[in-house]
């Protein structure tokens, strides 16, 4: 009777899998990729390797020895409003704010060999083609767009580690692939350090590309198939000099020969193709070696089913969509699932089907009991990216904080990563915030590891009294403004984050721990004015600066924002700020002024990453630090204002079009911030278990999660007119504070919103 | 009864150990480093690979944007004329005629930071210092030097993957150590690629150099560790560019700032000395990794005892040196054990403890039942160095043709090295004398791997139709003149390996591969001109081509050497050659001339990598091509004046003095020539067992060959005058035709010279 049973569990599981929904049809990846959302439109899996996706152009670092503005505007390699594709390169961000990746350029031509990508205003100058939207499909997995100059039809699909190339040939004998070792993202004459190609045979290609940008020492390994052997191919090396060329009289190295290496140079294989013939890449990368990519390749994607991979990469998708099901408008589920795919983008796994990875020390490290994973854009997404993970990946996220803590054991800093990606720290933005998603994982019982550990190396980075002012911070309890021009917001940050290392201190009885850091955690209170109100830089003499504008976000003391912005930003003790700026009522009243005041045109010019769109009043929604804001009137008496206001920033910030994101999605923090608020709760200070709530968007979401159990969000009475909550039941009982806890979550259940038109005060 | 036993046993390997003479005081790594001879006098093990030697200067390879032949003085790093040294470095060359490595310059200072090296005109303007050869030891395995700018005493020694450094400071507060990561001998701007370092701790730096030097792609990783804590420590970059800066603004990066990366830059660690205080180092490579170096660090040398791992390295020398015991006068001790040194110097070992190495696809591997060397100097070698080792390192050489072969296996050209080193190949120079090597191994039953394999590697690698005019030669039976401005020496020096080829498929039975390429062997004639009597450049029609400089070494068809002395290349066919030229007596007669002729001054100028005392008549000894030339009178039935030429070129090309090489030691090439010459015997052909006999210049010497035999040289009645071999025994037999054989010499025994003054005709 085994046999049975077994069988009969068989049907069960097959009916479960059945049971999702087709959700992928909701994911368009090409929201964000006009203006400033800063998203690619190509393909990837959930936390893939590789995302491989079309680049419009590839634009230099600088233009007549100036720095070029414009290549802020290609952080993900395609601008919607571009007209060309120059090529197909497979590592990309997803909505930063700085740019680098865009590794092994691949671009299918026909007729003439041509080895210069030539430019967007004539296109037949170069390899790149015209396209148009008409002729392009995005999909979560999946990217097909018709390349109107060579008469080709490229698809793209990926698995974890290998990026799949489909080409559609007319006929020709003079059909080519061009493998362009130049183009890169951030580029610029110095940004390929060194470039290494082995041509094994006439299908396979090996190799790496090691590149100094806003990683500073980073190597991808590559290994390339051809679905069918070519021709002949060569190179053309740019290289200004290569100093020993005797071996070149030795060989003509142009041409058919395996051996490679430069700095600069661009490589083509040449084909036959009869008409409509599929000329197929398997493209794998790896962090530690040739060798290592190779395998990622055959264990991956042994075949040369490019539909059996797209299948695998869409239902991957699909798996990961279906964690939530929610029931609200057709544009709003493509709202959701986008905003949920963009945030299944980034961290990005980080290793070898063997565990391998390259780290932090440059020495290669197994990862053992976890997956290790990179681009770690924390100042944006501790705040509200991780907190999802931990509801939603909380098993992905266990794997991130070891992730992080190997990268600080192989720190020689002894610091937890700031801004890291590929085994480099660019440091970049402020604060310490590892420290934040590390508390948030231990508080909500996501961490596995050595939770002693964990604190100590969160203690330790924030003692680092060398970085970014903290000895200053340490010693006086703010950092004089003559001392950094950051000084307000890296106080504000510090003291959050030490808020953080508190609670988990005191979550493990380390009580001297927690005194320190819950002393350290009051700082901000040191920048803020009475006087005005604000947030104020500090004079090493312990005044305040006098010359100050509240207003502007450059040469004031803060970072990506203003001190309207800033003032706020006590995530951890809102009741302490409430007081200090004057009772509930002021504070309210505060909130409304920044929510509706009329900001000077000099304002927009001033402020960075996000369109005119992204700002509601004063409120910075396209950039983070004002993003539990609108929350914070929960605190202040006037819950109503967090649902009305909530209610208005997702309608104005998220639209489903290219250009529907106001800022940069910010590996995901944007999309999870909308996530978190179109269900009816967030959470205000990563490092507590509480949520507080404000006014679902949906009708419904069906939230599974890892343990089993499922969680629903049901807004009874909801309309677009309906924000305002009226009522709310956890399970059945009122919930009267506005605040849902992580381990109500976890017990599985249902909170119940009664929405109303009208504001319950 | 075992104790007594065992410990009667141990006297007697006490007994044998002590039986080793103290040959390392005849050692003088000083001969060849003035002038031409390009070795270093640094310290070294047998075949380490550490070269650890002081850098007298470091000449960019370029000067106001044009080729700066100063460069080449420079191949070892160090020229015995120089009055300054600007560091000591890692890795050196012995004996090239081209130049790279100098890896990782270490300079100890006192007084004010410096940080530029200054100029050798006025040392006080940086960190090198001047020095005079009175305060200066070279020993093998030993260097010593003052430094009087410093007041210093700079010592050095080596294990094999470990360089230690002693430097005696005087007392001060100011005391540093500097790592220039910018030095290096064939420098240029763009060749440091890359460059990484961590400072773990205050004992303990690790990184790696990435160069485009000679080798395209390269990189070598070290762990360097000092005795004592350093103070302070700090970088100056000297990048021009680096794009993002950002991080910068985080730390202090000059300054204890523990993770360093870029193209160029230079680091400094602070110290306070008390008088006479030692401050060492140990500084590892390693071609894998930082933690390889590390481990090859902790394993090799363990502890501090500067005196125990000099003793080491001295003792591993002289037990090198004493596998050839000889009686000869005190000078040509000298001469003759610094050629044994020079001799062992190069191959370098290349893989860590634990056999790991990188290999030519820069792939890492792991050397399973050899161990892996790297710089092959094979067109040098192949003739007598190689050889040598089959007498005296069979073990060794058995170990460098797996290596070769794995070069083989890695290599995406299918060919085997050419010129070969730290995982790349250069194919300086010409032929692929691989095959001699392995040839000559095989012969003599030295290499034990699997033999059809190596075969099967050396027919690929001669088959390679696109290396060289492969093709053509292939095709036509020699290169046109059109195709290659080397053309003539190609063809000669392919048919001699395509012979040695032969030689190995006729052992192994593969008739096939014997037959084509015997053919092939007798290619060498397609160049030979009867009508002037000389090798000369045949055009593609089958003609010679018309304009013709016997004397030149420049666009004549031939590389580092003249048709005068190219036209003797045959040393497999000597029988035929001397045929084709006329019989024997008119072939000893043009060999007369060769030895005697007047050269017009011009051709001095011409002839690379010698000094004028480099040749005799018009034969030049110190480049290879002619090196067998002198025991073919043997062949013409005139072996008396092979003996007299021999015992001339012992005498005037080899002084115990700086200046006493009269060209590149190409890594032994020379050493060994002199050593087998000194014996009496030379392989002519290697590929061969045969050794032609000579007129040996010791009174006796004794082999101690690996197989626990010992072969013995007598010269009875020898002096300066008695050059003229007048009988050979053969263990009490007579040798009539002025030949010995490997296999004798392997069987033990001894042969006997009978000297006098007047040539036995």
Known sequence: MIRKTLSGLLILSSVAAHAQQNLVKYVRPIIGTEKMGHTFPGATVPFGAVQLSPDTDTIPYEKNGKYNGEVYKY???????DKTIVGFSHTHFSGTGHSDLGDFLIMPTQGP???????????????????SHQNETSQAGYYKVKLDDHNITAELTTSQRVGMHQYTFPKSDESHIILDLMSGIYNYDDKNVWTYVRVVNDTLVTGYRQTNGWARTRTVYFA??????????????????????????????????PELAGKRFRMYFDFSTAANEKVKIKFALSPVSQEGALRNLQQEVPGWDFEAVKKQAQDS???????????TSENDKINFYTALYHAFVNPTLYMDTDGQYKGLDQNVHKAEG????????????????????????????????????????????????????????????????SVSVIADAVIKGVYKGDVNKALDACVTTARHRSYEGIGYYMDLGYIPAEKSGVSVSNTLEYAYDDWCIAQMAKRLNRNDIYEEFSKRAG????????SIGFMRPKLADGSFKKEFDILSTHGQGFIEGNSWNYSFFVPHQPEQLIEMMGGKK?????????????????????????????IIGGYVHGNEPAHHVAYLYNWAGQPWKT?????????????????????????????AWYMFSSMGFYPVAPGSEQYALGSPSVKNAVIKLENGKSFEVEAINQSDKNVYVQKVLLNGKAVENFTLNHSDILKGGKITFYMGSKARK
């Open 523 to 530: 700082n901000w209170k040191n920048n803020f004015d009475s």
């Open 370 to 433: 976890f997956n290790n994973y990179t681009t770690f854009s924390l100042w944006d997404t501790y705040r509200a990216l991780h907190p999802f993970f931990n509801l939603l990946q909380p098993a992905r996220n266990n794997d991130m904080v070891h992730s992080m803590l190997a990268h600080y054991d192989q720190s020689a800093l002894k610091m937890l990563p700031i801004w890291s990606h590929y085994a480099n720290d660019n440091w970049c933005m402020s604060g310490y915030h």
């Open 643 to 671: 649902q009305q206001r909530i209610r208005m920033i997702l309608k104005m910030q998220y639209k489903p079009t290219a250009d529907g994101l106001g800022g940069n999605d910010d590996c995901g923090q944007m999309s």
């Open 224 to 257: 390339m198939t051809f679905s069918k052997p070519f021709k002949s191919y060569g190179q053309k090396n740019y290289d200004t000099r290569q100093v020993y060329r005797g071996f070149w009289g030795k060989f003509d190295q142009t041409k058919n020969f």
């Open 317 to 327: 998708w699909n798996k990961e969509l279906n964690k939530i099901v929610v029931n």
């Open 586 to 614: 002021n504070f309210a009243s505060k909130l409304d002024t920044l929510f509706t005041m009329h900001l000077p045109d000099k304002f927009f010019a001033d402020t960075e990453d996000i369109t005119r769109e992204g």
């Open 75 to 81: 952080c993900a390699g395609y601008k919607y409003e």
């Open 113 to 131: 060999l041509q080895l210069n990508p030539g430019t967007a205003n004539d296109p037949g100058s170069g390899f790149r083609s015209a396209f």
